[in-house]
């Protein structure tokens, strides 16, 4: 009869943890509960055994490991990538700014700190490197002046203040996390300093190209666009006037054709748009109508016509006085009230020089004779 074998059993060795896990955040998952609270457990319990109904197959595999590296709560640990940029993504950010040698510093810095910190013979020189990208940029910082010519937002400048500082402050945070208290906190204290010192300086520079860049655009300069012409304010009501005490900006503006269609617009908008000057051009047109139908007294028509084309008041008012113009009283009076409520009247008899002296055309002509308006304006102005 054969002995009966025994065993001994193997007694478990508490094994020294590798590496400080204080930052270890176990991530529970939802099949692992489920079951708990979906039904009242007693029910539960009663039904089939609890055991048999939780444990999955992960959490046999679990058990089952001895190797205490590979137990759920490694396995499960929140892996933190480096979140500092590669050279490539760097230097696309970098291509506009202002040229220095020190960028070459700083890349250098960036690619060491790449290489030192996914490789972990040298993980331990990684935060070194770091922290000389901070200190290289606030070099470079200073040699960046306002760039104008790039749009708001859209610097090396801007990108490394909304992007890059929150990403060495992201990995620098987590190798603090294991500074060395003999040596570390001594010469890496100031880290979070010399950061802030940095995020300041970035700031006053681009505070200072984003005040330049307003500036020029308040003169009605485009800064991204150094060839293009002057953009002037030009109001949208009593431009005659304005044209009048503003003759250098009138110069610039009809200099440039878009600028120039909106002045010449509103020009001629506020001329046949304003209600004297359509009872004006109404009133000659009546003049002309009357004269063609009444051949007696076709020659005092041509007179008031003539006084009243040429804005002339006095001679229109000295006609009350000749016994020849008595049945034109009333034209006389309403041709002297209707030139007094006329607007701008020598541009309009510009106009009439230019265009003819047919007031049911000239409106029409002046829009489409581009040329000769903007010659009126430009004499209005000088």
Not at 100 to 126: C, G, S, W
Not at 191 to 210: A, G, H, P, V, Y
Not at 244 to 261: S, Y
Not at 283 to 288: C, D, M, Q, R
Request: charged share 30%; aromatic share 6%; hydrophobic share 40%.
């Amino acid at each position: 009869m054969g002995r009966n074998l025994k065993l001994k059993k193997r007694k478990k060795e508490e094994k020294e943890r590798p590496f400080d896990d204080a930052d270890t955040t176990i991530q529970w998952r939802e099949d692992f509960v489920q079951d708990y609270i979906k039904e009242p457990l007693q029910r539960k319990a009663v039904e089939t055994p609890i055991v048999e109904r939780v444990v999955t197959e992960d959490m046999e595999k679990d058990m089952l490991v001895n190797d205490e590296d590979d137990d759920i709560g490694v396995r499960t640990r929140e892996k933190q990538l480096p979140a500092m940029p590669l050279d490539s993504e760097f230097m696309s950010n970098m291509k506009d700014c202002v040229p220095t040698t020190i960028l070459k510093d700083v890349q250098n810095n960036l690619r060491f700190y790449n290489d030192a910190i996914r490789n972990p013979a040298t993980t331990e020189l990684a935060k070194v490197f770091l922290l000389g990208v901070i200190r290289q940029l606030r070099y470079w910082a200073m040699t960046q002046t306002p760039q104008v010519d790039i749009e708001e937002g859209q610097t090396a400048i801007d990108w490394v203040l909304d992007s890059l500082l929150g990403r060495i402050e992201q990995d620098m945070s987590l190798l603090s996390k294991h500074f060395s208290p003999e040596i570390d906190k001594v010469y890496f204290r100031r880290w979070r300093l010399e950061l802030n010192i940095l995020k300041q300086e970035l700031q006053l520079r681009k505070d200072i190209s984003d005040t330049e860049r307003k500036e020029i655009r308040e003169k009605g300069f485009d800064p991204l666009d150094p060839d293009a012409a002057q953009q002037i304010d030009i109001p949208n009501q009593n431009v005659l006037a304005w044209i009048e005490k503003h003759p250098e900006r009138v110069d610039i503006v009809l200099g440039d054709p878009v600028q120039r269609d909106k002045l010449l617009g509103l020009v001629w908008s506020e001329i046949f748009n304003h209600d004297g000057n359509i009872e004006y051009l109404n009133l000659i047109a009546e003049f002309k109508m009357r004269a063609s139908m009444d051949i007696q007294q076709q020659d005092a028509f041509h007179t008031l016509l003539q006084n009243l084309q040429q804005g002339n008041e006095d001679a229109l008012t000295s006609l009350q006085q000749d016994g020849s113009f008595a049945n034109f009283l009333s034209d006389i009076a309403l041709a002297t009230s209707t030139l007094q409520g006329t607007h701008a009247l020598h541009v309009i008899q510009s106009l009439f020089d230019a265009f003819g002296a047919n007031p049911d055309s000239i409106a029409t002509k002046a829009r489409k004779g581009t040329e000769t308006l903007s010659s009126i304006v430009h004499n209005i102005a000088h």
